[in-house]
């Protein structure tokens, strides 16, 4: 644990919305991390103790959500099918992720507007993907079999995040997860 | 078209040559329009009538593969389901990558090494993906099948690409593409 003393309490909170007001109000590419450092009312060292560079402020959460969703895995019955063990891991990032739309929405505009980003968010897709299949090995399903039902999940869950952003979208992430899940069961199924 | 004029028969062809072996020799970071021209034996201008910029060059078959894939879809039976429509693209993307393995090799160990390659192949993949869903909407597909049907597709034929291209595997790319097809039919009824 990093000691933040008394007088700084929430440095990390207060970095990580620094950092997304001045990417929102100068745009990424400009803003610097002593510009955030200075408006968060830390030092930049304090900065670096949380983040390696301005481009980690927007991925913090990353490993949190691999951790939630190879927990699901393992946590889910024996008896789950795997394509299924996908979908409560699934299910799972998407109630935290659901914590905050509007976050998650102003997140993935700056990831929309900005190549390294999109480059680190599929950097973080496939660690996600290559996790769960991890996790189903270690239940026992066949190599090939947790490749593609991982990588089909991953797809979804991106999917399902632009859904669930779009505007007029009524149903909650979880919801449409399960929902873009059923409709992948139907269309492999040779139905749609 | 572009008038090549007889004293410099297939430029395009020993430019894109040339640009593998020195991505190959200096790495694609250290390697300039400039040198790609003069191994070629031709202008710089002549490199730019052709790519865009270094990148580009990786990824001139692109737009071919997309034409493929989609003409694939189109021409598949009425009566084919949308997700065997799918496969059929993609095992019509592999036929045309499985005429150079070596190639197509090369070129994925060049992208494994640069971020700026694994973006621009990340564009490549979401392109195919957004085509074949179009392509499937015009068979009267529903919206939020074909999307969800044409990113499964996507995933799989990466995951497919890279079996190919692995040590050891003996099967041809369209087979492979078969192969995972099936492996995902059969997770998504709940087996494995």
Redesign the interface.
């Known amino acids: 644990m990093v000691d933040m003393g008394r007088w700084q309490p929430d440095a990390l909170g207060r970095l990580e919305r620094a950092a997304f007001e001045l990417y929102a109000q100068r745009g990424y590419e400009q803003t610097t991390v002593t510009e955030i450092a200075e408006r968060a009312g830390v030092t930049e060292r304090t900065f670096f103790r949380y983040f390696a560079d301005k481009r980690e402020v927007l991925f913090s959460g990353s490993s949190h959500l691999v951790d939630i969703a190879v927990e699901a895995v393992s946590e889910a019955p024996a008896s789950m099918?795997?394509?299924?063990a996908v979908g409560a891991a699934l299910e799972a990032g998407a109630r935290v992720l659901q914590l905050d739309r509007e976050h998650a929405t102003r997140r993935q505009l700056l990831i929309d507007a900005n190549?390294?980003l999109?480059?680190r968010e599929?950097l973080k897709m496939t660690t996600l993907s290559t996790a769960i299949a991890g996790a189903l090995r270690d239940r026992g399903?066949?190599s090939?079999?947790?490749?593609?039902?991982a990588?089909?999940g991953?797809?979804?869950f991106?999917?399902s995040f632009r859904r669930w952003i779009s505007p007029g979208e009524s149903r909650d992430y979880p919801q449409i997860v399960r929902d873009?899940l059923l409709?992948?069961?139907?269309?492999?199924?040779?139905?749609?």
């Open positions: 099918a795997p394509i299924d190549p390294s999109q480059e599929l399903v066949g090939a079999y947790a490749e593609i039902a990588a089909a991953s797809a979804l991106a999917i873009s409709e992948l069961k139907t269309v492999a199924a040779g139905r749609s």
